[in-house]
């Protein structure tokens, strides 16, 4: 085993503390790195060290040889890439390695090989797993796509062969707007991912979204952690994530288990994972990708099973075999992960910016905050727009419903628009409560939802103003108030 010491945490905001949080139950030494705009940040305080990358404050998470120089200078024997950013580029997994370095995450060809969707969609389909009916090599050509997508069938998907998180992606509904979808889905690949491949695959019309947590060692075990209902979207990004999933049956839910844990057998995977599945209306299984990191929806999995995600990538980096068998990992309850964004839902979810004025945090039993907000913390427009995530449990679905329900009524930001309105709405909805959803619940419910969040301010003002008031009349009457 290599016993690591010191970690470097390639990243920022929640998931930075998370890990630093890790760290510390460890007794690793954490170190935080951080640009010009993220001097404030709550996790560069928490951190045992941390260190600067000035000039582009996009730039000073992805230059991967800048930040290698860093852990070398603070004599970090790793590094965690968190989510997002490096997590998934093979190139920064490979330079650790040739750098001494201890990448905490899987093998750099797995990271390449699941980055590639058309690569590990052949790969997944010789070791066994379902996959959807589509092109197997990436293409440009409008003209061939159009052919390939008239043989498959309409609908149809587009989606980006080199990047993911709904970016580059189109839904195809018939043959005349084919040409003006496929253009548009390769020139915002190009945009965000520096090339403009995509693949084109047959489309499951009213799908839910399942995926698989795993978990596996160096030595051939490889473990599940449950799945997660991942079904509730806005334009393919996930807004909600459940643990498990309150619809599935247990015939659908034990073969996604199987295909899973017996695909990272056969191809050696190492590390935490994620694989994600579409199931249409007849429970049919189809694989659409792996990622090849810790999900920002981790949280609901811990919940549910009591594994730390963090630590065991940690001491999976340090050589450590699994302690546990899967007949010793007994799920318990339900977890519902509610990502915390700021954006406005009135005006198309536009991201927003600006100082917390007033912060007040939901609590109690069975309420988890990962966040690395607080009052006087200046959201900068620079990274995604999430800025923290609530978490609740209880030990059945309605019981967790009314939780976040509660929770999300206590929780309470001043100085600019989140979508925490958009939550209120939906866990009162009914098909929600009945765990009645697919990935086109949004869609069909956006127009019906109340997202003012101007009413649950006003009502917080007017509660204030009373209280003012009471106690200026007492004050006016020289009244003493008993205690």
């Known amino acids: 085993m290599n016993k690591i010491s010191k970690v470097l945490i390639a990243n920022r905001g929640e998931i930075a ?23 404030e940040g709550v996790w560069v305080r928490k951190a045992d060290e941390c260190y600067p990358i000035m000039g582009d404050v996009i730039k000073a998470y992805l230059d991967y040889e800048v930040i290698i120089s860093i852990a070398k200078k603070a004599n970090c024997d790793a590094i965690h890439p968190g989510y997002g ?91 005349k707007d084919f040409v003006e979808m496929f253009e548009s889905a390769t020139n915002e690949a190009k945009k965000y991912f520096g090339r403009g491949e995509v693949f084109i695959e047959k489309y ?20 599940h952690l449950g799945e997660r209902d ?40 190492e590390s935490v994972g994620t694989i994600e599945f579409l199931l249409d209306e007849d429970d049919n299984i189809y694989f659409i990708e792996m990622n090849t990191r810790v999900q920002v929806e981790h949280p609901v999995t811990e919940i549910i099973s009591g594994i730390d995600i963090i630590q065991r990538m940690i001491q999976i980096a340090e050589g450590d075999k699994l302690q546990l068998l899967q007949e010793e990992i007994q799920f318990r309850g339900y977890a519902i992960e509610f990502r915390i964004n700021a954006e406005n839902p009135q005006k198309n979810f536009m991201p927003s910016t600006g100082t917390i004025k007033k912060y007040l945090t939901p609590g109690g ?73 697919n990935t086109n619940y949004l869609d069909k419910k956006m127009q019906i939802f109340k997202l003012s969040g101007e009413i649950h301010i006003k009502q917080e003002e007017e509660k204030i103003s009373k209280i003012i008031s009471f106690i200026e009349k007492i004050k006016s009457k020289n009244i003493k108030v008993k205690h």
């Open 17 to 39: 503390l998370r890990i630093i949080r890790a760290c510390k139950e460890l007794e690793i030494t954490s170190v935080a790195i951080f640009s010009e705009v993220d001097v």
């Open 230 to 269: 991942c079904s509730i979207q806005r334009r393919h990004q996930k807004v909600i994530e459940i643990a498990p999933s309150p619809r599935l049956n247990n015939t659908a839910r034990k073969e996604l288990y199987r295909i899973a844990t017996k695909a990272m057998f056969k191809l050696g995977y």
């Open 85 to 175: 950013f490096l997590s998934e580029n093979a190139d920064f997994a490979k330079a650790c390695e040739e750098n001494g370095i201890i990448f905490i995450g899987p093998k750099p060809e797995h990271i390449a090989l699941f980055g590639d969707k058309m690569a590990s969609k052949v790969a997944m389909k010789k070791v066994g797993v379902p996959v959807l009916e589509g092109t197997d090599e990436p293409i440009i050509n409008v003209n061939e796509g159009e052919k390939i997508a008239s043989q498959i069938g309409f609908p149809v998907i587009i989606k980006a062969a080199f990047g993911g998180g709904g970016r580059g992606m189109r839904i195809v509904k018939n043959k």
């Open 365 to 437: 039993p069975g309420v988890r905050l990962d966040t690395s907000a607080y009052t006087g913390y200046k959201v900068p427009a620079n990274y995604d727009s999430m800025i923290g995530k609530l978490i609740v449990w209880s030990l059945d679905w309605q019981g967790a419903v009314k939780k976040a329900k509660r929770a999300l009524d206590e929780y309470y930001i001043e100085g600019f628009p989140t979508n925490i309105s958009l939550h209120r709405e939906i866990v009162r909805d009914e098909d929600f409560i009945a765990g009645n959803f």
């Open 204 to 223: 499951v019309e009213n799908p839910r979204h399942i995926e698989i947590q795993i978990i596996a060692d160096k030595y051939g075990n490889v473990l």
